[in-house]
C-alpha cells in the first residue's frame, strides 16, 4: 500500500522544482532582454527623434540648387601663413544608408542628406596643396554623419581617408608615408567635427556644448600626422559663433555664423602650434566670406559658364 504521506513530500518536491524552473525562466527573460539592449548600445548609436524640418528649410534646401560660398583663405602651413582660397559647397542629396553613397534614385528607404563639400587651395612656395572633404549629414538631425571623407594633394604625395558611421565608425586611410601607410580601424562613436559645419546649417542651436569628446577634422588629423581618436574638448556657443578648444593639442577653432536662416557661415578661424616641437608657431588660419550664390553647378560646365567664377571671386 502507498504511504501518502511520502506521496504527498515528493508531489510537493517536485511541485517546487517546477515552480523554481519556471520562476527562473520568467526572471532570465528581463535579464536576456535588457543585456541586448546593453550590447545594442554600445554598437549602435542611439537615434533621437528625427527634427521637424520648417517650410523655409525646404523652400532653400531642395530648390534644386547647391549652396557655393567662396572664402578668402589664409592658411598657416610649415610655420608660415600662405594665401589661398577656400570654397564650401552645400546641396542635399538622397543617400544610401547601407552602401553610403548617392543614390542615383529615389526611394523613401533612402536617407536625405545635407552633403558639404568644403575644399581649400593655396601654395607652399613652388608647389601647390589642394584639399578636399565631405560630409554626409542626415537633414533629420538626429545622428552623427553617415559618412566622412578627406584628401590632400600636393607634389610629395597624396592621402585619403575616410569614415563610415556603421555598427562603429570605420575608418580606412591611406598615405605616402610609411608609418600612416595603409590603415583599417574602428573608433567608438563621438562627435565629428566635420558634421558640425552641416549640423550648424540644420540647426545651430542643437549643437554640443560643455566638456566633450570629439574627433577632430580629418584633414587636420593629416596634415598634422596625428592617430584617428577622439579627444577631450570644449565647446561653447553664442548667438553668431561656435567655438571648439582642444586642451591637449592646444588648437581652437571658432566658426562665425549668420544667427538667422539659412545659418549661413560668415568666417572661421584655426589657432594651432604650426610645427613640430617646443619651438612650433601659434599661427592662426583665417578664412573670410567672399560671395555666396545658388546654382545648379553640376549643369554649369560650359566655358561660357566661366564668368561664374569671377562673381565668386576665384579668379
Excluded at 594665401?83 to 526611394?107: H, I, R
Excluded at 613652388?126 to 578627406?150: E, G
Excluded at 581618436?229 to 561656435?242: I, Q, R, V
Excluded at 571648439?244 to 589657432?271: A, C, G, M, Q, V
Aim: glycine share 2%.
Amino acid at each position: 500500500m502507498n504511504n501518502p504521506i511520502k506521496s504527498m513530500t515528493v508531489f510537493t518536491s517536485l511541485l517546487s522544482l517546477l515552480v523554481i524552473a519556471f520562476s527562473c525562466k520568467e526572471e532570465q527573460k528581463p535579464i536576456d532582454k535588457q543585456l541586448a539592449v546593453t550590447d545594442n548600445t554600445i554598437k549602435t548609436e542611439i537615434l533621437k527623434s528625427a527634427e521637424p524640418l520648417s517650410k523655409e528649410f525646404n523652400d532653400y534646401w531642395y530648390a534644386g540648387e547647391a549652396e557655393i560660398s567662396s572664402y578668402k583663405l589664409e592658411q598657416a602651413r610649415y610655420g608660415e601663413m600662405r594665401d589661398g582660397t577656400a570654397v564650401l559647397v552645400y546641396v542635399t542629396e538622397d543617400f544610401l544608408p547601407e552602401e553610403q553613397v548617392k543614390a542615383d534614385n529615389y526611394s523613401k528607404d533612402n536617407t536625405s542628406v545635407l552633403k558639404l563639400n568644403a575644399t581649400k587651395n593655396f601654395n607652399t612656395g613652388i608647389y601647390p596643396y589642394s584639399i578636399m572633404q565631405s560630409t554626409f549629414y542626415p537633414v533629420a538631425n538626429n545622428q552623427h554623419a553617415l559618412k566622412v571623407t578627406a584628401s590632400i594633394q600636393e607634389w610629395c604625395g597624396h592621402v585619403y581617408a575616410q569614415l563610415n558611421n556603421r555598427d562603429n565608425f570605420e575608418i580606412k586611410a591611406h598615405s605616402y608615408f610609411e608609418t600612416e601607410a595603409d590603415q583599417n580601424l574602428n573608433l567608438e562613436k563621438s562627435i565629428t567635427e566635420n558634421e558640425i559645419w552641416t549640423q550648424l546649417r540644420v540647426n545651430p542651436k542643437s549643437l554640443p556644448t560643455g566638456e566633450l569628446k570629439i574627433l577632430p577634422s580629418l584633414e587636420f588629423l593629416r596634415l598634422k600626422h596625428l592617430k584617428f581618436k577622439a579627444l577631450n574638448a570644449e565647446a561653447t556657443l553664442n548667438d553668431d559663433s561656435y567655438k571648439i578648444h582642444y586642451p591637449e593639442i592646444n588648437r581652437t577653432l571658432k566658426i562665425n555664423f549668420n544667427p538667422n536662416f539659412p545659418f549661413d557661415i560668415i568666417s572661421w578661424e584655426e589657432t594651432y602650434p604650426d610645427g613640430y616641437g617646443p619651438n612650433a608657431k601659434l599661427l592662426t588660419t583665417k578664412a573670410n566670406k567672399i560671395k555666396t550664390i545658388k546654382s545648379a553647378y553640376w549643369s554649369k560646365n560650359s566655358n561660357s559658364d566661366e564668368n561664374l567664377r569671377n562673381t565668386l571671386g576665384l579668379e
